[in-house]
């Protein structure tokens, strides 16, 4: 089949840009040229981004339930940025939201860019929440809450290529860069092609140059462009704006994944207080929806109840879309994790420990690396003790350290979420759904009936037991934790060390290790043959671990251990079901032609159940895959710019294996 989307940049960590400075104003050595005017950089921003795009005067009339969305060609020091949110703060109504994206190829080091902008003490409240969340210099998206109403989304990456892979749209340009005659790379055709191609209809653009490349590209793309006065002693600067951009056909050919038509997203309910629920139920209130959450048990009562629970990736050798999702999930989960409120009381980012137990793992980990130059802020390798590494006795032949990870404790993380003036939770059993006028009518265990505008099925395996999802492949997977208390004078391990299982510091004095993995297992009875199991993978990581704690009580036996078993849902190809649901009927009436050849796809965009997600198949990683797959439904839902490349939300369709199997019946 064709190409569906342009090639994705490697996973790698980006130059940090050269730098001179004159007290707080830094200078590019690479293009010659300030980053702001040091006349007056904010009084410029001001003039320039602020007034010229109408920011004051259409924050104040804003009444959509999507954001305002900004875009930014250029983040340099993040003053437009931060100028943006203090005139919303000053001038949007209480119940508006600020959706912040902006490109930036050479990120600043944190402490340059803390240092530029204290040049500018009124913003130092608003920088300080930046410097705070400011990510590792990777490439892609990274997705910030600035506050309840502000979000911003870095796209680390040459400008044009992450507007090109940007899934959403944009109302107001800040058309920035280093000037054309410094930066011409960055002002070519392509850019502005991708800025029409990516705005909603009306968006306006501003920009300090009036350089004829700029004019001319501007025109060519679909935009009405006007000379307006300049600041200080620039005469001119260009304004406008595109009232009839194009259509984006990048799903020529997988129309499949067409995004829906829009519904109202007044009150959603959500289908299980699991993580999966949770975290979709506490999007959705941060974006001012009212949330009914039914669940049968209570928050965390299945996978996500365990005592402790890992935020832990494990990504494949040669880059692909599943380990592209699962690194930004594993970066935005560390950064969300830890800007919630008494995260401290269910959140330990002690980093991750993943061992290397054979030459074989351990090749495999040297490869990882060697293709992935993701920096030591992300993931480190590791020879030798660990005793200094994670806390244990012990030798390792090769080890990755991933210092942004670590350990929650999920039912308190799910109990925190919902903790939300927005979300109501009702226990009971949703047994049926059905779609009428008004959106959704769902179908309580009690037969008694609930309304609402629409619905995210979000209870694990349980998933497919509706009408309307009952062609979505999922495994059950049940998985046994173990627990054992710590004995006196045994050193505890201080970070989550990973192998075939894992073992996280102790809790109260209580060490949890596991999990066994037992497909096709819906039972949830505590199994000695489990514990077992854990033991033989806690052995055979941490061997001389092992041995001093039972040096210290006694031959680590079934016997000694308590624990907990719950049943996890998995997807076929092990990636998460984040999305609309498919009209399965639809799709396979639709789409036929591709069992017979997969060069024939029909021009019809997929049909879907109006209003109804689903979040699912999360299996043993949904602490790295929840949270983002919460802001790729919610954002979808709510027609704001998605938090992952357009090609890693269609990875994650809960459509996709229809298609796949219907392009296996041609082979």
Known sequence: MTQRHPVMPPLETLTAPPLTWEDTAPH?????????????????TEHVFLNANRLPERFATWREPRAFVIGETGFGTGLNVLSAWACFEKHAQAGARLHLLSTEKYPMPVEALSRALNAWPSLSHYADALCARWPAPVAGIHRLHLSERVTLDLHFGDTTERLTLLDGRVDAWFLDGFAPSKNPAMWQDALFEAMAARSHPGATFATFTCAGIVKRGLKAAGFAIRKVPGFGRKRE???????HPPVDNRRHHTPWFTPQALQPVAHVAVIGAGLAGACTAAALARRGVKVSVFEREAPGAGGSGNRQGALYVKLAVETNLQSRFYLAGLLYSARWLGGLQGSEAFWSPCGVVQLATSDKEASRQRRFLARHPLGDAVVQAHLGGLATLAGVTGETEHALFYPQAGWTRPQ???????DHPRITL????????EADASGWRLTLGDNTAYEADQVVVACAHQANA????????????????SSLALPEGVSAPSRVVCAGGYVCPPVEGVLTFGASFVPNDGERDLREADHQRNIDELRTALPEWVEALERASGPLTPARLSGRAAIRAASPDKTPYAGPVPNAEAWQRDYAALSKDASRVAPIPGAHHPGLWVSAAHGSRGLASAPLCAEVIASRMLNEPLPVEAALADHLHPGRRLISALIRADS
Do not use: N, P
Request: proline share 0%; aromatic share 8%; with cysteine.
């Open 28 to 44: 590019s050595s690479q293009f010659g040229d300030v980053y702001f005017s040091r006349e007056d950089g904010r009084a410029e």
């Open 412 to 418: 308190k993380l799910c109990q925190a979420l919902l």
């Open 237 to 243: 600067m260009l304004a406008g704006e595109i009232d």
């Open 466 to 481: 509706f009408t309307q999802t009952q062609t979505l492949a999922l495994q059950k997977v049940r998985g046994q934790v």
């Open 426 to 433: 009702k226990k009971a059993e949703v047994s049926a759904l």
